[in-house]
């Protein structure tokens, strides 16, 4: 398992750590996902075989946030 910490702008709300943590958290390959509103931070814990950094990035952006880190 490998963790992933990424810099999300526009989340400012609990609507979206659960659309991030539902929409990422179904991902194969993904066990846990942290949303740190304050921090703007998303953390992901997952099995890079099954899902890379860039298709939880790509997840986190086709629902409307953007993705700095």
Known sequence: ???LTLKVNDMSCEHC?????TEVGALS???N???DLKAK??????????????TI????K?????VVV
């Not at 931070?41 to 860039?54: L, S």
């Not at 990035?57 to 986190?60: C, G, L, N, R, V």
């Not at 086709?62 to 953007?66: L, P, S, T, V």
């Open 1 to 3: 398992m490998e963790k």
């Open 33 to 35: 996902v942290v949303v």
């Open 29 to 31: 390959g993904v066990s």
């Open 41 to 54: 931070t998303v953390t992901v814990e997952h099995n890079p075989i099954f899902v890379t950094a860039d």
């Open 57 to 60: 990035k790509s997840k986190i």
């Open 62 to 66: 086709e629902q409307g946030y953007d």
């Open 17 to 21: 750590v659960a659309v991030i943590t």
